[in-house]
C-alpha cells in the first residue's frame, strides 16, 4: 500500500490544519489506519487510530482537540486539528495496517508556533 500524506503547515498556538493520507489500497476499507507523529530524539507516538469498523481512538494527549475520519469512497484518512498547542509539533505520518502489514506514507510536518 503506497500512502501520500498531506496538509501539514505553519499554524498559531489555537489554531487548525486538516491532515489527509489518501492510500493506493482498493481495498481500503479494511485498513486500520492510524496518524502518528515524531519529534526529533523522540519515539513515533501514536495520535489517532479510525479503525476498519469506523471506530476511533485517541492518545490522552489529544482528546476533545483532534478527530480521525475515514472516506473509504476516496481512499482517504483524515486528522482533523483543533487548538493546536505547541506540544503538536511534529511529522505526522500515517499509516496502514491489514492482515499483518503496516505501512508508512512519507510525512508531513506540522509547526505550531506560540
Known amino acids: 500500500v503506497q500512502l501520500q500524506a498531506f496538509g501539514g503547515g505553519l499554524v498559531q498556538t489555537g489554531g487548525s490544519l486538516r491532515l489527509s493520507c489518501v492510500a493506493s489500497?482498493?481495498?481500503?476499507?479494511?485498513?486500520?489506519m492510524s496518524w502518528y507523529r515524531q519529534v526529533p530524539g523522540i519515539a513515533r507516538e501514536l495520535v489517532a487510530t479510525?479503525?476498519?469498523?469506523?471506530?476511533?481512538v485517541y492518545a490522552d494527549s489529544v482528546k476533545g482537540r483532534f478527530t480521525v475520519s475515514r472516506d473509504n469512497a476516496q481512499n482517504t484518512a483524515y486528522l482533523q486539528m483543533n487548538n493546536l498547542k505547541s506540544d503538536d509539533t511534529g511529522v505526522y505520518y500515517c499509516?496502514?495496517?491489514?492482515?499483518?502489514?503496516?505501512?508508512w506514507g512519507q510525512g508531513t510536518l506540522v509547526t505550531v508556533s506560540s
Open positions: 499509516s496502514s495496517y491489514a492482515y499483518g502489514r503496516q505501512s
Open positions: 489500497d482498493s481495498a481500503f476499507g479494511r485498513n486500520v
Open positions: 479510525a479503525t476498519s469498523q469506523g471506530n476511533a
